[in-house]
């Protein structure tokens, strides 16, 4: 298994809905993730932490479940602008970070 | 502000030369990151500095990939005898501490090609 998935997408969403993609982990000692927002051809930006008792930035929530071992994003009232490829990342216990490979989301007018 | 600054922005290059590229982290931050990503995938960490600790080289896929960091600031990556494989867009990123759980800020890359 890798050390961490994602669906690779596209998600094709029209503008306004709600979007939700998860990322699985599988190093059980993970301390710390995120969400990175990477846009085509251009490098990765900190969307946000992920806490364990979940948080939300705005339209943008992030949850952890660890029983499960996955983090999931969630996007309410989609922009154009929210076209991208969201980047789950993990902290493991080399304190070393993991990086998914990203799921592409793709709003549409 | 400045960011954190990469050059080349692009780099083609023949099999079998050897090419360096620059990494200027943002002033003060004394973590400084080496990635590499490929079209499609994850990045692939490749080397870690932290202050004046010695350097995690252990995602250096070959020999033939080096790193210093000079100063405690600017960073050269060295590919040497280049392969076709190595084509990707090679990514720094700089943070404060370096601690793992604290915001990692990019350069926009350099995207190497090797013919």
């Known amino acids: 298994r890798k050390e961490v998935e994602q669906d690779p997408g596209p998600f094709n969403v029209p503008e306004g809905a709600t979007v939700a993609f998860n990322c699985t982990y599988s190093n059980s000692a993970s301390q710390s993730f995120f969400w990175y927002r990477q846009d085509c051809r251009k490098e990765p930006k900190l969307l946000m932490s992920v806490y364990s008792s979940g948080n939300e930035d705005g339209r943008f929530t992030a949850q952890l479940n660890r029983a499960s071992q996955y983090i999931s994003l969630l996007i309410r009232d989609s922009k154009l602008s929210d076209s991208a490829t969201y980047l789950c990342v993990f902290l493991d216990s080399n304190y070393q970070l993991i990086w998914g490979a990203g799921t592409k989301l793709i709003i549409k007018p | 502000g400045a960011g954190v600054s990469q050059s080349p922005s692009n780099k083609v290059t023949e099999k079998g030369k050897d090419v360096e590229l620059r990494c200027d982290p943002i002033?003060?931050?004394?973590?400084l990151y080496w990635y590499r990503q490929s079209l499609g995938q994850g990045l692939e960490f490749l080397i870690y500095?932290?202050?004046?600790?010695?350097p995690d080289k252990s995602g250096l896929p070959s020999d033939r990939f080096s790193a210093e960091r000079t100063g405690g600031s600017v960073s050269t990556l060295t590919i040497q005898r280049t392969q076709q494989e190595d084509s990707a867009v090679y990514l720094c990123a700089s943070s404060l501490w370096g601690q793992g759980g604290e915001k990692l800020f990019f350069g926009s890359g350099t995207q190497l090609s090797v013919l």
């Open positions: 002033s003060g931050h004394t973590a």
């Open positions: 500095f932290q202050g004046n600790s010695a």
